[in-house]
């Protein structure tokens, strides 16, 4: 976007089918290309929505997790990078290249660090985008939406910091709105979780309800929706990362993915859940990159008996890969 920085990566994509096209709306992350020895630029968007570069000096920050520094001084943090989002579109069938579309950059000081990681789940003939606003306030939820992926309607913060990885389910339950998401405590009670929440009109949340905590090994220290859920016969199928402390791993450790079944009208019941992971870094684009071991997934779609899961692999690239859905429902054990 703009030349006084580079692509550090393309990844944690939301994916739709809108007619005869996948469309994509990815997160784009951006750090300066200037460098000063000594100094690490802190990219943010200032109040005329340029992006600007905050220089500081190396030895007043604590720079062990790439992605976030932390300040000496007061343990105040910054991101490393910024990002926007930017649509791709390709055919369903046919030419696979993708083509680059409109971008969605930040707008408003609750995104001046950048905005990311979006979901999309339609509901009612009009796209629903749930996504990150980071600020020097935290990491919130914002929601926009779209009919045409031209453009976009924002309608502000609907979880306010911490809380990330929020998902919307594609129709109501009981007469109201429900999502997943994920809030972040700074004290540790208890494993990491994802809530369960509702709306009556997908603006205004309440009835929150923890649902999942992180159990195993590979899940213990964070856990968090990845695509929207999606409804089969028997229940809600829902895609979630996990993250887990590995002696292989250095910084934030493993991310991999599991899958989970909810009941189709009481969404508060697990019915069935990974015992393992159906999906783990492995691949050298999934093990080296940005943030290295990472497979976040955050897209699906369904086609016939076949799941097409994308995800962000080591914070860098998109990838995809295709579950039997048979397979996988198999692969879950009752709770």
Not at 167 to 195: H, Q, S
Request: charged share 25%.
């Amino acid at each position: 976007m703009n030349e006084r920085f580079k692509v550090l990566g393309v990844f944690n994509p939301g994916a739709v089918v809108v007619g005869d096209e996948v469309v994509l709306l990815v997160r784009v992350a951006e750090t300066p290309s200037d460098e000063r020895p000594g100094f690490v630029g802190l990219p943010r968007y200032d109040a005329s929505g340029d992006a600007v570069v905050d220089w500081t000096p190396v030895a007043e920050l604590d720079c062990t997790d790439p992605r976030v520094v932390r300040r000496e001084s007061d343990g105040r943090v910054r991101l490393t990078s910024i990002s926007h989002l930017r649509v791709l579109r390709r055919p369903a069938r046919g030419d696979p290249a993708w083509r680059v579309g409109p971008v969605f950059l930040p707008a408003s000081p609750i995104e001046e660090y950048g905005v990311e990681d979006p979901r999309i789940t339609e509901i009612d003939g009009r796209y629903w985008i749930t996504y990150v606003a980071v600020s020097r306030h935290g990491a919130a939820t914002a929601l926009a939406s779209t009919l045409d992926f031209i453009t976009f309607e924002r309608h502000g913060v609907i979880f306010p910091p911490e809380n990330k990885d929020v998902v919307l389910f594609p129709r109501k339950i009981d007469g109201k709105y429900v999502a997943l998401n994920r809030p972040t405590a700074k004290t540790n009670f208890c494993r990491p979780e994802i809530w369960l929440s509702r709306s009556p009109d997908l603006l205004h949340w309440g009835e929150h309800q923890p649902l999942l905590s992180g159990l195993i090994d590979w899940e213990a220290e964070r856990i968090g929706a990845g695509p929207p859920p999606i409804e089969l016969s028997s229940g809600w199928l829902v895609i979630y990362h996990g993250c887990g402390v590995s002696d292989q791993c250095v910084g934030v450790g493993e991310y991999c993915a599991g899958a989970v079944v909810l009941d189709l009208f009481d969404p508060r019941k697990v019915l069935r859940r990974s015992s393992t992971p159906v999906l783990r870094p492995i691949a050298d684009f999934e093990r080296e990159g940005v943030v290295p071991n990472v497979v976040f997934p955050t897209a699906l779609i369904e086609s016939e008996a076949t799941l097409k899961v994308f995800y962000g692999a080591a914070d860098t690239a998109v990838g995809v890969v295709e579950f039997p859905l048979s397979l996988l429902l198999g692969s879950l054990c009752e709770r």
